[in-house]
């Protein structure tokens, strides 16, 4: 199937662990995005790369940090977690550059205690 | 700072009837402007894109652009009970999202 895939899908760890969210999209597009939707479900853009290239970097702790391998994945590490890195984060694809549709994936609900 | 606006709603409409979601943006250099559509737990799924002004039309769903008033609206006919879900606005770019406006469809 042609999608955006992420893993996991859930993720229930303590506050300090480090943790990996990794997205795959087969869908040939050029740009990547994460967002994080947090528990009043504002989805609010994290880090954007095109063709490897990061290209936009929000506001976010540098406890976050993204690493595309190759145009089709885009992986998110975060180091030394807290309560506040709770919520759900979505991996999203656009063909070109920038400025059309996004496809998203199916979330990772990150839950820290 | 861009920004989206929309009502957070609920917005409360009966089976058949027409819903109308509204958003602005403060960017009035804005060009593409998408609605997508969330269900609870699942993620964002794209129902319209729209770039110029006036109206675009897909199946029960149109999509109305102002960019003088900087204003895009989504009409839903003859709403059914699965439309019940919460309507994100989105400009972008990159793409800002509106907090959304949760749909309520009574059947």
């Known amino acids: 199937d042609t999608a955006v895939s992420q893993t996991p899908k859930y993720l229930v760890t303590q506050m300090g662990n480090d943790k990996s969210i990794k997205c795959e999209q087969n869908?040939?597009?050029?740009?990547m995005y994460w967002y994080k939707q947090d528990s009043k479900k504002f989805l609010k853009i994290m880090f954007s790369y095109n063709n490897k290239e990061l290209i936009i970097n929000e506001t976010v702790p540098n406890r976050f940090s993204p690493k595309s391998p190759d145009k089709a994945h885009l992986n998110l590490h975060i180091n030394s977690l807290e309560l506040g890195d709770s919520a759900v984060y979505f991996c999203a694809s656009t063909p070109g550059l920038a400025g059309g549709p996004q496809f998203f994936g199916p979330g990772t609900r990150l839950t820290v205690l | 700072q861009k920004e989206v606006e929309q009502n957070s709603g609920p917005l409360s409409v009966p089976e058949g009837a027409i819903a109308s979601l509204n958003c602005t943006y403060s960017d009035r250099g804005s060009q593409s402007f998408f609605w997508y559509r969330q269900y609870s737990g699942k993620s964002p799924e794209l129902i319209m894109s729209i770039y110029s002004n006036g109206d675009k039309e897909d199946g029960r769903f149109t999509a109305q652009l102002n960019k003088a008033s900087q204003y895009v609206s989504l009409l839903i006919r003859d709403s059914q009970p699965s439309d019940s879900a919460t309507y994100l606005c989105?400009?972008?770019?990159?793409?800002?999202f509106g907090k959304g406006t949760r749909l309520s469809v009574i059947a």
């Open positions: 869908l040939g597009h050029d740009t």
């Open positions: 989105a400009v972008n770019t990159p793409l800002v």
